[in-house]
């Protein structure tokens, strides 16, 4: 089945950097758009960014100039690069796939960003 998994958050001091890694397994990880999705205390779930099997890339308004995707096709990991983070960019982070029709989601990894 298919399995995704969070690591790399943590706590961080506000302007610094931190990298998230979501590793996958039971798809053929290659073909598939990996999108990293936030959640923040009371608020609803929202994405982050995403990338293609192309390696084409969405980003939230919030994420643009500061977060990078990337991929690593060899590794099946989706990794987000997050520079520059404010107190705001604290949430639970989640790594998400579709596959034939259905949402698979990891169990989130959290940042913690201090002012």
């Known amino acids: 089945q298919v399995q995704l998994e969070e690591s790399g958050g943590g706590l961080v001091q506000a302007g610094g950097s931190q990298r998230l890694s979501c590793s996958a397994s039971?798809?053929?990880?290659?073909?598939?758009?990996m999108g990293w999705y936030r959640q923040a205390p009371g608020k609803q779930r929202e994405l982050v960014a995403e990338?293609?099997?192309?390696?084409?890339?969405t980003y939230a308004d919030s994420a643009k100039g500061r977060f990078t995707i990337s991929r690593d096709n060899a590794k099946n990991t989706v990794y987000l690069q997050m520079n520059s983070l404010k107190p705001e960019d604290t949430a639970v982070y989640y790594c998400?796939?579709?596959?034939?029709?259905?949402?698979?989601w990891g169990k989130g990894t959290l940042v913690t960003v201090s002012s």
């Open positions: 998400k796939t579709t596959r034939r029709n259905k949402d698979y």
């Open positions: 039971g798809i053929m990880f290659s073909i598939y758009t």
């Open positions: 990338i293609t099997m192309v390696d084409s890339t």
